[in-house]
């Protein structure tokens, strides 16, 4: 994927979670009038881009970037709350694609 919008970026990372049976939810902003959009949440602002969810392979939450695309501090102290939670969280990349896909598509250990 050469150099995708973040947009972009999202629309592959959402087919390839697909593929692989995830549960995908993603907030999308909305024009509340021309030019101006908003995305309407109650709590704190920087919540990750995805949260996917395999009834064998767990939950994560993704923030997504494009290739020059800033963490924000308020995204990064959302990241690491949940990982202070235990929770699986990532800051993916298009260079990412591969790293992604192997992720999506393991297989849970078993014990």
Do not use: Y
Not at 25 to 45: K, L, S
Not at 90 to 106: G, Q, T
């Amino acid at each position: 994927m050469a150099d995708p919008s973040e947009a972009e970026f999202q629309k592959a990372v959402i087919t390839l979670a697909k593929l692989h049976r995830w549960k995908v939810m993603h907030t999308q902003p909305a024009q509340i009038r021309p030019g101006r959009w908003i995305t309407p949440t109650t709590g704190d602002q920087g919540f990750p881009d995805l949260v996917m969810v395999h009834p064998a392979r767990g939950t994560i939450f993704v923030e997504l970037k494009a290739t020059k695309g800033v963490v924000s501090d308020t995204q990064w102290e959302w990241i690491n709350t949940l990982e202070d939670a235990g929770q699986e969280v990532h800051v993916w990349r298009p260079k990412d694609l591969n790293k992604i896909s192997e992720r999506l598509a393991k297989e849970p250990d078993h014990d």
